[in-house]
């Protein structure tokens, strides 16, 4: 009994030693491996284990933040993909298409004002991938300027009934509708210098421009 008591701690002791005796290469391979199985979990904390051990011993090894990152995206661990891409970006390893992907991730964080100022960065330095910063900026643009737009279509359908029963109460209310329509058109100008062909941003200026008296910009969409 105390033989094959002595033989299963050993074994375990073994065990234990050879988890701890992993090397940073080790851990990489792990985590491609995990990576091919689309194991993106294990592949992240692999990724992750491998970068602590080189970093521990003063090496770096410029693959394996971009690689993490991939794997964070891909688990929606936005925060991590966030610091993983930007060390890969000073690293300068794919460092344009880590900040294409930095700048999605930073959309999911709803982190607009750091997106919209890496995705003009990426538009002057990363022409490869200009088409792609445009299409975040577009979207970004659009949804915004429409969410502003849609709201001040709203107050204007409610104050319509005061244009008759109440036409100096109208009069005051609409002004408040012009400037809500106002707030809306830098943003909708920015989504339509990106995509002038767009119906939905072309229909909602067309709309906003002729409420605002400017009938000349309404004219030549």
Not at 118 to 143: A, H, I, M, R, S
Not at 185 to 190: G, S, T
Not at 198 to 211: F, G, P, R, S, W
Request: aromatic share 10%.
């Amino acid at each position: 009994m105390k033989s094959l008591l002595f033989a299963v701690i050993l074994v375990l002791g073994i065990s234990t030693l050879n988890a701890q005796d992993k090397s940073a290469k080790d851990y990489k391979i792990e985590a491609a491996d995990a990576y091919k199985a689309k194991d993106y979990q294990k592949g992240l904390t692999s990724f992750e284990k491998s970068i602590q051990l080189y970093e521990a011993d003063g090496k770096i090894d410029t693959t394996l933040y971009y690689n993490a990152a991939i794997c964070a995206i891909k688990v929606e661990d936005y925060e991590k993909a966030v610091t993983y891409f930007t060390r890969s970006m000073e690293l300068e390893y794919k460092s344009c298409k880590a900040q294409l992907y930095k700048a999605n991730a930073l959309k999911k964080l709803d982190r607009t004002d750091e997106m919209v100022t890496l995705c003009e960065d990426g538009l002057q330095n990363c022409q490869k991938y200009k088409t792609k910063f445009n299409e975040l900026l577009f979207q970004n643009y659009l949804v915004a300027g429409l969410d502003i737009f849609n709201g001040a279509a709203k107050m204007q359908a409610d104050i319509t009934p005061l244009a008759t029963s109440d036409p100096d109460k109208y009069t005051a209310e609409m002004e408040k509708v012009k400037a809500e329509f106002n707030k809306s058109l830098p943003l909708l100008e920015k989504a339509y210098a990106i995509d002038p062909a767009d119906e939905n941003v072309k229909k909602a200026l067309k709309q906003a421009y002729e409420i605002l008296d400017m009938g000349a910009k309404a004219a030549g969409l």
